[in-house]
């Protein structure tokens, strides 16, 4: 009974020992930055985070996903077009982190469980660039560039249910830069820096204009105030000088009254009544004339002020003027620029296809070149070919061809030595020869004798006796085979043209 106990005790102990071990092996604690997944037994996994669970070993399997905060920088790979066609490229950097909430963080698991942060930090790049450029493409640039915020708000509603749905939740999102390629931001810039000027140079025109306006008022205000003492000390001045002519005009009487009698002192005081009477007037005149030059003296000033202050309206007025003028200006004179740089392209264009076209046609005259060339130096061959044979066909020529050859312009010869007698008008024969019967044969009797001179030279050049050949076949020839020609004796024959009777000129002596 009592090993039966016993047996059980250790029984016992053992079981309780392996559940302690068991205990010891599955007790698990999650960190707050780490989420632990524990799956196997249930359908559903469980998910720790921050606490300590049991996960029962070898039926249960234990998987981590990192809850850090991711960064990310997010930049557009090339330039994306705004809504109002600006090209331009995004700078953002993002903070993104693997959800808390218990869906969220199954989805994560599902997509991410085991993947390194790169991997994970790359799929969001790529959803939060494409939001990126879709917001993009909804704002101008310069809503952008004044309200980034509103920029980062509405990329970060955009790419929300994205990252949701593979578990990711947005932390922050904030832009850095927008860069364009041809400086529309800094021209943007430019307008602004330009409207402040013009702005501050309007107020400070305003405020001077004012200060002017003041100015002026207490002037207009100090010049009264000197008037009406000028006036007053004006007033005392006559009061005193009437108060001592009184008392001079008193005196006066008293000492007429004392030394003249009765009409004496009447008619003194009559004269003095009416000299009284007279200044009188004349102060009185006096007065009114020194009024008359105050008044004057206001109205100038009042006027003045009034003409400077509607100089400095229209100067402000001008100003304005040229200022809008001279913006006009600016923005005409970058039209044209830009419009000149497109005509600078299209004549470049332009100049390209000429260049083309003509190295076409230089290529095409240098083809038809070369084949005149070869054309030209195969006809040269040809042609020099054909003297080589002329040549050597006049080579095989014996004496008794060339004679032949020589025979047959013996007829032109003698035409061309008989064609001057031709030409005679009139012969007179001034004198004859011995033997002869008139002159006309001795003139006609010159042709053999020229004809034997042309025999003799072909003889001296070619070797060839023509005469000889021509007379072989004569009598005198097959007997004495000695042909001689002999020429007429020289007569003095004078030949005169009719036509031209001027002695000496056309006159010829044979």
Do not use: H, W
Request: charged share 30%; net charge negative.
């Amino acid at each position: 009974m009592e090993s039966i106990n016993l047996m059980s005790l250790i029984i016992g102990g053992v079981i309780a020992l392996i559940i302690i071990l068991l205990l010891v092996m599955g007790y698990v604690k999650a960190p707050p930055d780490m989420a632990y997944i524990i799956s196997g037994v249930k359908k559903k996994s469980k998910i720790v985070i921050g606490k300590a669970s049991i996960r029962i070993p070898f039926f249960e399997r234990l998987d981590k996903l990192n809850l850090r905060l991711i960064p990310i920088d997010v930049k557009t790979s090339n330039a994306v077009p705004t809504a109002d066609y600006i090209n331009i490229n995004v700078d953002a950097t993002v903070n993104v982190k693997i959800s808390n909430e218990s869906e969220k963080l199954r989805l994560a698991a599902e997509n991410f469980l085991n993947k390194p942060t790169e991997y994970i930090a790359g799929v969001a790049r790529e959803v939060l660039e494409g939001n990126v450029r879709e917001i993009v493409g909804k704002m101008k640039l310069e809503e952008m560039v004044s309200d980034r915020q509103k920029f980062a708000t509405l990329v970060k509603e955009n790419a929300e249910p994205d990252l949701a749905a593979m578990g990711l939740d947005i932390i922050s999102f904030n832009v850095q830069n927008f860069v364009d390629g041809n400086e529309v931001i800094e021209n943007l810039g430019i307008d602004n820096i330009v409207k402040i000027k013009k702005a501050a140079a309007i107020a400070r025109a305003e405020s001077e204009r004012d200060i002017k306006v003041a100015q002026a008022s207490a002037d207009k205000e100090s010049n009264d105030a000197a008037v009406a003492a000028q006036t007053e000390i004006a007033k005392k001045q006559n009061e005193l000088a009437i108060k001592k002519s009184e008392l001079q005009m008193e005196a006066d009487t008293k000492k007429a009254m004392a030394d003249a009698a009765y009409e004496i002192q009447k008619e003194e005081q009559r004269k003095t009544i009416e000299i009284t009477t007279a200044n009188a007037d004349i102060a009185k005149q006096e007065r009114e004339i020194e009024l008359k030059q105050k008044e004057v003296s206001v109205k100038e000033q009042a006027l003045e002020a009034e003409i400077k202050k509607q100089a400095e309206a229209d100067k402000y007025a001008a100003q304005q003027r040229a200022d809008a003028v001279l913006y006009q200006r600016q923005k005409d004179a970058e039209a044209k620029q830009f419009e000149s740089q497109r005509e600078a392209e299209a004549r470049k264009a332009q100049a390209e296809a000429e260049r083309y076209a003509k190295e076409q046609e230089a290529a095409g005259i240098r083809a038809v070149g070369e084949a005149e060339a070869t054309a030209i130096q195969a006809k040269g061959l040809a042609e020099a070919e054909a003297m080589e044979k002329k040549a050597e066909a006049y080579a095989k020529y014996n004496k008794a061809a060339v004679a032949e050859m020589m025979i047959k312009v013996l007829p032109e010869i003698a035409g061309k030595v008989a064609e001057p007698l031709g030409q005679i008008d009139k012969i007179t024969i001034i004198g004859g020869g011995e033997g002869s019967s008139n002159g006309v044969e001795q003139v006609a009797g010159n042709v053999p004798v020229v004809m034997a001179k042309v025999f003799e030279s072909m003889k001296e050049a070619t070797g060839i006796d023509l005469a000889d050949i021509i007379n072989a076949d004569s009598y005198d020839a097959q007997v004495n085979r000695n042909v001689n020609l002999t020429g007429l004796d020289s007569v003095n024959v004078v030949v005169k043209n009719e036509t031209e009777p001027k002695p000496g000129v056309n006159d010829t002596q044979i």
